[in-house]
Nanobody, 121 residues
């Protein structure tokens, strides 16, 4: 059974930090690029950050660049998101997302259940 289990969310004050983790199981973790995607109250999904299969490449939404850091540990089947200098607009449910390119037009992907991050002003 495929599982992506996020943890580390919570309530933090403006300017504070949180560290999210996502533990993966049930699939070959190091075959997949990993991302964090968030959904603020009443809004659609917003891609936050991604890391390549071996951690060599990282990508960030402009809104979090310089404040968030994504990383992964393939030995632990875990991806992380370190969030610093948090702002109220970072308040959202944060989802872990795994994706693997199979062939043109075909991908394998999995979603976690999400973890709530709330930043108070």
């Amino acid at each position: 059974e495929v599982q992506l289990v996020e943890s580390g969310g919570g309530l933090v004050q403006y300017g504070g930090s949180l560290s999210l983790s996502c533990a993966a199981s049930g699939f070959r973790f190091d075959d997949y690029a990993m991302s964090w995607v968030r959904q603020a109250p009443g809004k659609g999904l917003e891609w936050v950050s991604a890391v390549s299969w071996n951690g060599g490449l990282t990508y960030y939404n402009e809104s979090v660049k310089g404040r968030f850091t994504i990383s992964r540990d393939n030995a632990k089947n875990t991806v992380y998101l370190q969030m610093n200098s948090l702002k109220p607009e970072d308040t959202a449910v944060y989802y872990c997302y795994a994706e693997r390119f199979v062939r043109a037009g075909v991908i394998n992907n999995y979603w976690g259940q999400g973890t709530q991050v709330t930043v108070s002003s």
